[in-house]
């Protein structure tokens, strides 16, 4: 446990973790809002604190691991509007599609999922404190704001300081606020609103701000300080900024004592975006490639680093994961307990332990694929299954990884492959080249073995 260390984003630096209480681990990770399909770049802040969450089970913590859920928002509420429907109805239903996404992609559910909704009298009652404190203030138009220019510190997550952020900036009239980075913390209802989304306040009626969420879902389920808070490196500010001013200023002590954020994803080296043409849903990559193959990439780069997506770099994770199946098809694994101390372990260990170095113990796993190709240990074999298991990989059969799940149809591809052997036997070598560059086609590759017999897998 002791051997851990962090890159914390407040301290900008790699720290050696040291949890509030020994033995345990309480992490908080922003997840998402509810009014559409989840994209790529959802995909890699899940996995990522997905294996955050497994290698801090696997070093031996406890851990309260809480992922919320935002259901309430203008871009929810418009939809909805839109559809013509609930807002209950449009997030239940967006929440069910992203379980189904996450579980594709082999993503723990974490211990605790909140909705902002559930989580409102919470909400309120960080905002009296705040108010009481001096830090929170009524505007003219209703809502409820954070003094920015009051709280002391404010800026030392994103390194900004508040003369930079001032600069250019003017305060809009119509709303009130005495300095235009004061943030909202109640929004104050309109008559246009549905009735569903606006509650009752000392301030009148309204639904919360945006960042006054996360302060209350985490401090009810995991106390007003606790030892991780992750997102992505789009959150670092003004998301994450503000979390800490509200939290800080209602408790007045220290809020999280190690901050995370994970890299952006990129699309053939530009940013993903809408706007661009260049922004792929989860379901859409699933169409296409294999749900592991995808975790696979996701993870072969080190979390702090850009991801850059493209169907080249996804098709070289699929080649790569299949070589690692590969050994575990030729030599199949034992199933005792994995050992720490066998050196490659102990490699891959040290590897994670140094801020979560997925690419390094990758690395490891190929290091050991190419020894159990070697001695086709069953133990080493065991240990590479094994030590995959622990980052999420590796856990189907070979067998199901290099022919897939039943979407080829297997018995006209035996015909076929019977067809090859056939030419082939009758010297036509052309028509068994035909027959292997047709099955290629299809994303079927033929590898002959001794004795003319030929298997066939997944490209």
């Not at 691991?65 to 239903?93: H, P």
């Not at 929170?136 to 209703?142: L, P, T």
């Not at 209802?189 to 945006?210: A, I, L, M, Y």
């Not at 080296?269 to 995808?294: A, Q």
């Amino acid at each position: 446990m002791s051997d851990l260390t962090i890159y914390n984003t407040l301290a900008r630096d790699k720290q050696a973790f040291t949890p509030i209480e020994p033995g345990k681990v309480r992490m908080y990770v922003c997840g998402m809002t509810v009014y559409d399909y989840c994209h790529v770049g959802h995909a890699r802040m899940m996995t990522v604190f997905d294996i955050v969450y497994r290698w801090l089970k696997a070093s031996g913590y406890d851990v309260t691991y809480v992922r919320n859920i935002t259901d309430i928002d203008d871009k929810i509420i418009a939809r909805a509007v839109e559809n013509g429907e609930t807002i209950s109805q449009l997030t239940s239903r967006f929440i069910g599609y992203m379980h189904e996404d996450t579980e594709a992609l082999g993503i723990l559910r974490p211990d605790h999922e909140p909705r902002a909704t559930e989580f409102v009298p919470q909400m309120l009652g960080i905002i009296e404190k705040l108010e009481t404190n001096g830090l929170a203030y009524k505007a003219a138009d209703g809502d409820v704001n954070f003094s920015v220019r009051d709280f002391q510190g404010y800026g030392k997550l994103s390194g900004k300081s508040l003369d930079d952020l001032r600069a250019g900036e003017r305060v809009d009239v119509n709303t009130g606020k005495r300095d235009p980075l004061d943030f909202v913390l109640w929004k104050a209802s309109k008559e246009t609103e549905p009735e569903e989304v606006k509650w009752q306040s000392k301030w009148g009626s309204g639904r919360p701000g945006w960042h006054i969420e996360c302060s209350a879902m985490s401090s009810a389920l995991l106390g007003e300080r606790f030892d991780i808070h992750g997102g992505g490196a789009d959150l670092q500010f003004p998301h994450h900024e503000n979390e800490i001013a509200q939290s800080e200023g209602a408790c007045r002590h220290t809020f999280v004592n190690y901050w995370m954020h994970n890299g952006f994803v990129r699309v053939d080296d530009e940013k993903m975006s809408k706007s661009l043409g260049n922004f792929f849903t989860i379901r859409e990559v699933l169409d296409k490639y294999d749900p592991e193959v995808v975790r696979f990439f996701i993870i072969r780069a080190h979390y702090r680093s850009p991801l850059n997506y493209s169907d080249a770099h996804l098709d070289d994770a699929r080649g790569a994961l299949t070589r690692l199946y590969t050994a575990l098809k030729e030599t199949p694994a034992d199933d005792l307990p994995l050992d720490w101390n066998e050196a490659h372990a102990a490699r891959f260990a040290e590897a994670m332990n140094d801020d979560f170095n997925t690419p390094l113990a990758i690395s490891v796993l190929f290091e050991l694929a190419t020894e159990v190709n070697r001695s086709k240990s069953a133990r080493l074999a065991g240990q590479l299954k094994a030590l995959a298991g622990v980052i999420g990989l590796l856990q189907r059969s070979p067998q199901q990884f290099l022919q897939g799940d039943g979407e080829i149809d297997e018995v006209a591809v035996l015909a076929q492959i019977d067809a090859r052997i056939a030419a082939k036997k009758a010297k036509n070598f052309a028509e068994a080249d035909r027959i292997r560059a047709e099955l290629l086609a299809q994303g079927i590759v033929l590898e002959d073995k001794p004795g003319n017999v030929t298997e066939w897998r997944r490209a």
